[in-house]
């Protein structure tokens, strides 16, 4: 059992490739931005109530069981979705950052 789960993370390289890119960009608008006060132009995007989402997860981990037909489909699927929400969650920070940036008017990259 451990070994499928090692073959599905195994599987998802390229998720995880792509977080990595999206948190070395977050990490660099993160420090071009460290003086500066922080506006919130996406609005309340992280206020979803705590039962709200169990329940909404709880669904989808029933309806996975049931039709991918047993437990190591269902982890699979899982590792999916915690991949995208954690892309998803990075995306929407950098398009805070970047309107940050651009409403500031700081320079992304050093001059020659």
Not at 57 to 84: C, N, P, R, S, T
């Amino acid at each position: 059992m451990p070994q499928d789960i090692l073959t599905i993370i195994k599987n998802e390289y390229i998720s995880f490739l792509i977080i990595l890119f999206l948190f070395t960009i977050y990490t660099y608008l993160n420090y071009k931005l460290k003086d500066v006060n922080i506006f919130l132009f996406l609005g309340n995007i992280n206020q979803v109530p705590l039962l709200q989402s169990i329940l909404f997860f709880l669904i989808f981990q029933i309806i996975d069981y049931i039709y991918e037909d047993g437990f190591i489909a269902m982890i699979k699927l899982w590792i999916v979705y915690w991949l995208y929400a954690i892309i998803a969650l990075l995306l929407t920070r950098i398009i805070n950052f970047y309107k940050n940036i651009k409403h500031y008017n700081i320079k992304l990259f050093f001059k020659r």
